[in-house]
């Protein structure tokens, strides 16, 4: 069974400019999830998505982050306008079910630097 | 590569030595938690999970205990060998959407 697929790896820009990350989930499942993990920090859960309903958004910042998951399936994230305390990875996450008590399956994540 | 965790507490064992990891979780409310294990460059990969109303859990080589009353978990490594080196995390689930809030993270050093 393919994992969880992110792209780009890596990504180096610099403040003020955007960018997009990309997470195709583990084949079936409904429940994904973008986190942010801070060097030296465990992943923070910025938006939860069940199907393409989003049902926690609580700790995105929405004056620069949005994400979508149009179709159900994949999903993007947008940083616009990168600010330096942006520079993290970025993972993506996704669960067989919507219940709770599911486990959570990560992709490799994307590197973000801003300089 | 990239480290993750330059600055995180580390337990150094030898290898073929048990090695105990501790983490004190937040909120009396949750109801589920899980050990996951992250190696440099890499996400974090499932290790191990525990419901609230158990207080010990084995898989292979890995064992979780649940103390609800001092809201403290640990995971046991038996055997530990250099492929354990990583940095580990729990993480509580509060219930509601499935939501996971992950602790600091300890970093593990196997030295043959």
């Known amino acids: 069974e393919a994992g969880v697929a992110q792209s780009p790896r890596y990504k180096i820009i610099e403040k003020r400019q955007s960018v997009a990350f990309w997470c195709n989930p583990i084949?079936?499942?409904?429940?994904l999830y973008w986190y942010q993990q801070i060097l030296g920090q465990g992943p923070k859960l910025l938006i939860q998505?069940?199907?393409?309903?989003?049902?926690?958004d609580s700790q995105l910042p929405k004056d620069r982050f949005s994400a979508e998951r149009l179709k159900g399936v994949d999903s993007t994230l947008k940083i616009q306008p990168a600010k330096l305390e942006d520079s993290a990875v970025y993972l993506c996450?996704?669960?067989f079910g919507t219940g709770v008590q599911e486990t959570q399956y990560f992709g490799p994540g994307t590197r973000l630097l801003v300089l | 590569g990239e480290s993750v965790g330059l600055h995180l507490p580390t337990l150094s064992v030898q290898e073929g030595d048990n090695s105990i990891i501790n983490c004190a979780y937040s909120?009396?409310?949750?109801?589920?938690f899980i050990w996951y294990k992250q190696e440099s460059g890499k996400g974090p990969q499932f290790i191990i999970d525990?419901?609230?109303?158990?207080d010990k859990r084995q898989g292979q080589r890995v064992t979780v205990l649940l103390n609800k009353t001092v809201k403290h978990l640990s995971l046991q490594i038996a055997a530990t060998q250099p492929g354990d080196s990583a940095v580990y995390f729990c993480?509580?689930?509060?219930?509601?959407?499935?939501?996971?809030?992950f602790g600091a993270g300890t970093r593990l050093a196997v030295h043959p």
């Open positions: 996450a996704s669960s």
């Open positions: 525990i419901r609230s109303n158990m």
């Open positions: 909120n009396s409310a949750s109801d589920y």
């Open positions: 993480a509580e689930n509060i219930g509601g959407y499935n939501k996971l809030i």
């Open positions: 084949s079936g499942h409904a429940t």
């Open positions: 998505f069940q199907n393409n309903g989003v049902v926690d």
